[in-house]
């Protein structure tokens, strides 16, 4: 063992120094090529994405500026022309904003010449869908490569549950100490023995120290095994996807004959209740709280009209709420009326010229409610 590597322990926060990983960015061009090879096997008949997209167009919405929202309401099967209304600023933006991924993978991989494309492109579309959840924060997504099996998937994703939520910035009990402990060393050996790569260490080392220094929205806990599946870790309940939405989405296997069990993705179609969510302190030096706010829709303007602390659920069932808004040249405290969109009634704006300014993109999703 090398001796930045001697410095690592399960209870102590890492850094991404340590890790022995191999760091492969993608940019954002990379993305837009990837986006762009998935729309040429998109369209055709029998298309799981491309059906789930359609039946989402043909649901009646209600005209609702807050809460989840997916809209594709004119023109062609295009990321462009679906809408999403993001959770952080209440904000209405298509899917074809695009991120940086930073890929983290064995070198083993590496001295193979593997590319790291396959392992975006095989998870795209949720990709998409949950970097337009967020309008800030998200511009880059983090994905460890992993060989984990189904089982071992399971016991990895209890352990950083457990992990999180009992040693991140918090003072971790002694008994809950020699339990992390003890379960770090067992699934050490299990992986070891079965020649996983990573080892377990660095899969721990290089997630946790994700965790305390990019503070993502999401990780993706990526296995190339084909009986096996990949996990997205979120940080916050607020960023799981609504299960009034997605109860439905595909899972992702192109196999007719499989059950809704199989997936090659684990994407939470049930909420909260079906998704890994990591119980990590927010507040301080762990980064800003989350809070819900709606927001001008003009994606430069920084107006905000409301404001909502939203709490992790298991730590609090309550929530306190600004009615202040400000904007830049505004005195603090001041308060600015929202104008809603008269036409779809679902974006607000603080003035006629924002909305103006904001009219190129949102004329691409903006009709009449369906009666």
């Not at 298309?47 to 919405?61: C, N, Q, S």
């Not at 003072?171 to 790569?197: G, N």
């Not at 969109?341 to 607000?348: I, T, Y």
Request: with cysteine; aromatic share 10%.
């Amino acid at each position: 063992m090398t001796k930045r590597s001697r410095r690592y322990s399960p209870l102590t926060i890492p850094s991404l120094e340590m890790s022995e990983l191999v760091h492969t960015t993608l940019d954002h061009d990379s993305t837009d090529m990837l986006i762009d090879k998935w729309l040429e096997h998109r369209g055709g008949a029998h298309d799981a994405y491309h059906e789930w997209f359609l039946d989402v167009r043909e649901r009646k919405h209600a005209a609702s500026a807050r809460g989840q929202a997916l809209f594709w309401t004119k023109g062609d099967f295009m990321p462009e022309n679906i809408f999403c209304r993001t959770v952080d600023t209440g904000r209405l933006i298509p899917l074809d904003r695009t991120w940086t991924t930073h890929v983290y993978y064995h070198r083993s991989m590496q001295e193979r010449k593997l590319s790291m494309m396959p392992v975006v492109f095989t998870m795209l579309p949720e990709l998409m869908i949950l970097r337009g959840m967020h309008d800030i924060g998200c511009d880059e997504i983090f994905i460890i490569v992993t060989d984990l099996k189904r089982q071992e998937m399971d016991d990895v994703t209890e352990y950083f549950k457990l992990v999180c939520r009992h040693s991140y910035g918090r003072t971790c009990k002694p008994s809950m100490e020699q339990r992390i402990q003890l379960e770090h060393i067992r699934l050490s050996h299990t992986l070891l023995k079965q020649r996983r790569t990573p080892c377990f260490p660095q899969i721990d080392l290089t997630l946790r120290a994700i965790l305390y220094e990019k503070r993502p929205r999401f990780i993706v806990l990526f296995s190339h095994q084909t009986t096996s599946y990949s996990q997205i870790f979120f940080t916050h309940d607020s960023f799981v996807p609504d299960e009034t939405i997605f109860y439905d989405y595909p899972t992702g296997c192109p196999n007719p004959c499989c059950t809704e069990d199989c997936e090659m993705i684990r994407f939470p179609r049930r909420g909260i209740d079906a998704a890994s969510i990591l119980a990590v302190r927010r507040g301080g030096k762990f980064g800003k709280r989350v809070r819900a706010r709606s927001m001008c829709n003009w994606v430069d303007c920084d107006v905000c009209f409301d404001e909502e602390s939203v709490p992790p659920s298991e730590s609090s069932s309550t929530s306190s709420t600004s009615e202040t808004s400000s904007s830049d040249g505004s005195e603090a405290g001041e308060r600015v009326a929202a104008q809603v969109c008269s036409k779809c009634k679902l974006v607000r704006y603080c003035c006629a010229e924002h909305q103006k300014m904001d009219w190129e993109e949102h004329k691409r999703v903006c009709v009449r409610p369906r009666p």
